[in-house]
């Protein structure tokens, strides 16, 4: 075939290729599609070449993206061995105590509350979930009853753990703390809105049925009931710890209680009728509640109640610093020891809060060993044996050495009245007294006198010993077991005062639970003297 025989389409087709390559190249011999096979030949090498290279050079992508099965339900995991090893931990400082000061009493501490409640929460006595009612807080005490220098404080003995260690060493146990509380909840439920405690009109005051009897001597109208009634309850109080300044569960009663004592104090210092037996009770409950506060307010208020005791000390030419008290004007002639010993336990709290108690101190003492001595003719203290007994007067007249009333009852009186002026066990004095109280006045059943029970339980406790074991044993489970419990109403927290056969014991209800509530607080309201050895 010639070129003239190839269509025009073929000729443009195969001049278009070569003038691809080279526009002036010469036209060859050869045949078109020769040079056209040749070029494609070239042009797959080429190509060949450049895939086979790029082969050669490949390198892994950064990223390499595997497979994840899907979860199969019958597919499960290899166990895991998740063993956990236990890491040994070493206390370097660790401490052994041998022998702790709580042994066998464990008495929880209850939660403070800044409000006082409304209700009881509190088990009642005897029960062993029963609690005692301490507070923590207060300044350390050495509130040591024999001591004549000031104390920092009068809480410390009755909060926290000294309580407790005074609960546990002095044999109190959880039924007797229940019993306080209880008694505690009862003074609660019959205050009076103005803050006293009132002879004749407590029971009004409780919303519980049925009610409680009034008292029938020295009531309102007099006044001075009202005004000793208001201070016994809070003797009760502060004796368990409880104040009108640290939060607690009777913060509002102790504070409406001290507010209504300030308020019917009269500007002498006296309250009610202004009977020195009342004003003695009333003096000895602000200066308790001043040494357990150091609250600036009552400073005042106490120290004039004091005053007030001091000028009407009886003073004779025969004592350089006078002598005791009467009910009413100092009296020379008749000191009156049921009198006397509630004025002397005031000064003792005076001492204690830092107040100014004048001779007052020098002049019980006077008292305290010229009445003995009356009551005892030709006894010599120094010369009595372990085994002998006193007598202690009810009235002793300065002047002429008469004396009324001496018994073995009246011991009791003399007992702490000796404890709180100073003496210890191995004074012939003391000795005998206490002989005298062990040999004829532990209390055999409820009612009892709760008054020189009172006395009894302060000044055996401090003598401490066989005799305090004694007393103890009987006196602690015959006051729990002798308090009305819960489900009778008014009365729940309360003794009976029918039959007490204290000579004032008209005044009811209010003054047997204070006497009661007192004397199983003693493991903790004052501190022994025999720590002072």
């Known amino acids: 075939m010639t070129q003239q025989d190839l269509s025009d389409e073929e000729f443009l087709d195969d001049n278009l290729i070569d003038e691809e390559f080279d526009d002036d190249a010469p036209v060859s011999a050869a045949p078109a599609w020769i040079i056209s096979l040749a070029v494609h030949a070239l042009l797959l090498l080429v190509m060949s070449l450049i895939v086979f290279g790029s082969m050669m050079i490949e390198e892994e992508p950064p990223i390499r993206i595997a497979a994840v099965e899907p979860p199969s339900e019958d597919k499960k995991e290899d166990p895991v061995d998740r063993k956990i090893e236990e890491v040994p ?45 301490v507070e923590a807080g207060g300044p350390a005490a050495f509130m040591a009853i024999g001591t004549n220098s000031n104390a920092a404080g009068l809480k410390g003995s009755r909060t926290g753990g000294k309580k407790r260690r005074g609960l546990n060493d002095g044999g109190g146990n959880r039924a007797s703390e229940s019993a306080v509380n209880a008694a505690l909840m009862w003074f609660k439920r019959h205050q009076s809105d103005n803050g006293q405690w009132d002879v004749d009109g407590y029971m009004d005051n409780c919303q519980d049925n049925p009610k409680c009897e009034p008292g029938t001597s020295h009531t309102k109208d007099q006044g001075d009931g009202d005004a000793a009634c208001t201070a016994y309850a809070l003797l009760c109080f502060l004796g368990s710890g409880y104040d009108h300044k640290t939060p607690g569960r009777f913060k509002d009663t ?42 600036a307010t009552l400073k005042e208020p106490a120290q004039r109640a004091i005053d007030k005791l001091l000028a009407n000390q009886a003073k004779t030419e025969k004592y350089e610093y006078g002598v005791g008290w009467n009910y009413a004007a100092a009296t020379p002639t008749r000191n009156d020891s049921s009198v006397t010993g509630w004025c002397v336990m005031a000064l003792k709290a005076a001492k204690m809060a830092g107040l100014d108690v004048g001779d007052g101190w020098e002049g019980s003492k006077a008292w305290f060993n010229g009445a003995w001595k009356a009551a005892n003719p030709g006894k010599d203290p120094e010369s009595l044996g372990s085994d002998d007994k006193s007598l202690f007067p009810y009235t002793w007249n300065a002047e002429t050495d008469e004396v009324k009333g001496s018994s073995a009852g009246r011991a009791s009186i003399g007992a702490l009245c000796s404890v709180f002026l100073g003496n210890r066990p191995g004074d012939g004095i003391l000795d005998s007294l206490t002989n005298s109280i062990m040999d004829s006045q532990v209390p055999t059943s409820y009612p009892t006198n709760t008054y020189y029970m009172y006395y009894n339980t302060l000044a055996i406790f401090q003598y401490d010993g066989e005799k305090w074991d004694n007393w103890n044993a009987q006196v602690r489970d015959l006051l729990v077991d002798a308090q009305h419990g819960r489900g009778s109403g008014c009365f729940d927290g309360s003794w009976d005062y029918e039959g007490t056969k204290f000579h004032g014991h008209e005044v009811g209800r209010l003054l047997s639970t204070a006497y009661c509530c007192l004397s199983l607080e003693v493991y903790y309201r004052f501190d022994r003297i025999n720590k002072l050895k």
């Open 89 to 133: 931990i070493t206390v370097d400082d660790e401490k052994i105590v041998e022998d702790p000061v709580v042994t066998d009493l464990d008495v929880p501490v209850e939660d403070i509350s800044t409000e006082d409640p409304i209700e009881d929460t509190v088990e009642p006595k005897g029960r062993e979930e029963a609690v005692a009612s």
């Open 254 to 295: 102790v504070k409406k209680g001290i507010d209504w004592l300030k308020q019917n104090q009269k500007a002498d210092g006296g309250f009610g009728n202004s009977r020195n037996y009342e004003n003695g009770v009333c003096a000895m409950a602000l200066c308790e509640a001043y040494a357990m506060t150091f609250d």
